[in-house]
C-alpha cells in the first residue's frame, strides 16, 4: 500500500469535466426528445438530474413539477415505465449518432492529466453514459489526447450515482485503497455525491461544467460581474453537496491535490 498521506487515483467524470465543454450534448438530446413529445422544458430543468445514468434522469424529468403538469395536459395521465423506456430507446439512439462529435477534451485537461500521470496518480473515470455511448466518446477523446487507465459505466455495476459503485469499481480494477486514496472530480452535484458516499475525497469544477450551464461562446462573451455570480452559485451548490475543494478549471487541480495531502497530513498527526 502506498504512503497513507498520498492521493493515488483521481476519478473523473466526462461529459462536463474531461470532454464536451458545458456537458452539452445530453442536454441537446433531452431538449429534443422531450420537445418531440409536445413538452418543453427549460435549459435548468433539463440539467438538474445531471449526470445520473440516463433513463434516472428521463425519470427525474417526468416527475419534476413542469414535466408531471405538461404529460398530464398532453396526455390526460401521468407517465409510466413504458414513457421511460420509449423516451429512453429515442433518446439513446440520437446520442449515441452524435456523441462523438461533443468528445472534444475541455481546455487543459490533456495537459493536466500528462501532470498527473508524471506524479504517478492513476486516472479513473465514471460517467452516466453506458458503455454502447462510451464506444463512440472513447477513440475520439483518446485521438484527441485524453485516455483513462479505467472506464466505469452504470450498465456495468448496475448502479449509477450517487451510489459509490462506479467509483469502487475504479479501486477495484485499479487496485487502489482505501478510499481516502482517491480523489473525485466532477461538474455535478451527482459527481460530489458519489464520491462523498464511496469516502473519497471531491472536487467540483466551475469552467465548463454542466452546473455552470454555459456553452464556451457563452462563457467567453459573459460580463464578468455576472459570470462571477454564476461561479459563486455554482460553488454554493457544490459546497451544499459536500465537496472538499471548488476549482475554478481543471489546471487547478494539482494545486488542489497538495491541499488535500496537507489535510491528511493534518489529519494523521491529530491521531
Known amino acids: 500500500m502506498a ?18 465543454y458545458g456537458g452539452v450534448a445530453p442536454s441537446v438530446v433531452f431538449d429534443r426528445v422531450f420537445r418531440e413529445e409536445g413538452i ?52 439513446e439512439g440520437i446520442l449515441y449518432q452524435m456523441v462523438a462529435e461533443y468528445s472534444v477534451p475541455i ?3 490533456v495537459e493536466t492529466v500528462r501532470q498527473l500521470r508524471e506524479k504517478g496518480l492513476k486516472i479513473g473515470s465514471t460517467t452516466g453514459y453506458t458503455s454502447q455511448m462510451m464506444e463512440q466518446v472513447l477513440p475520439r477523446a483518446a485521438e484527441l489526447g485524453y485516455e483513462a487507465d479505467c472506464v466505469v459505466t452504470p450498465d456495468v455495476t448496475g448502479a449509477s450515482r450517487p451510489t459509490p459503485f462506479m467509483l469502487y469499481e475504479c479501486m477495484r480494477r485499479l487496485n ?41 461562446a457563452e462563457y467567453e ?31 487547478d487541480l494539482p494545486a488542489a491535490l497538495e491541499e488535500l495531502e496537507r489535510r491528511m497530513a493534518e489529519q494523521e498527526a491529530a491521531h
Open 3 to 20: 504512503e497513507i498521506n498520498r492521493i493515488q487515483m483521481i476519478v473523473f467524470d466526462w461529459a462536463g469535466t474531461t470532454t464536451d
Open 40 to 91: 418543453s422544458l427549460t435549459k435548468e430543468e433539463i440539467n438538474a438530474p445531471m449526470g445520473m445514468e440516463k433513463k434516472a434522469h428521463i425519470r427525474a424529468l417526468l416527475a419534476s413539477p413542469s414535466g408531471d403538469r405538461q404529460w398530464k395536459e398532453r396526455y390526460g395521465a401521468s407517465w409510466t415505465e413504458e414513457d421511460v423506456e420509449r423516451l429512453y430507446e429515442k433518446f
Open 107 to 109: 481546455p487543459g485537461v
Open 176 to 216: 487502489v485503497y482505501p478510499p481516502r486514496a482517491v480523489v473525485k472530480v466532477g461538474d455535478t452535484v451527482v459527481d460530489i455525491l458519489e464520491g462523498k458516499n464511496a469516502g473519497a475525497w471531491s472536487i467540483g469544477i466551475l469552467t465548463g461544467s454542466n452546473l455552470l450551464g454555459l456553452t464556451r
Open 221 to 251: 462573451t459573459m460580463a464578468p460581474e455576472e459570470l462571477a455570480q454564476r461561479k459563486q452559485k455554482a460553488a454554493e451548490r457544490y459546497t451544499e453537496a459536500g465537496a472538499d475543494l471548488v476549482i475554478d478549471s481543471i489546471r
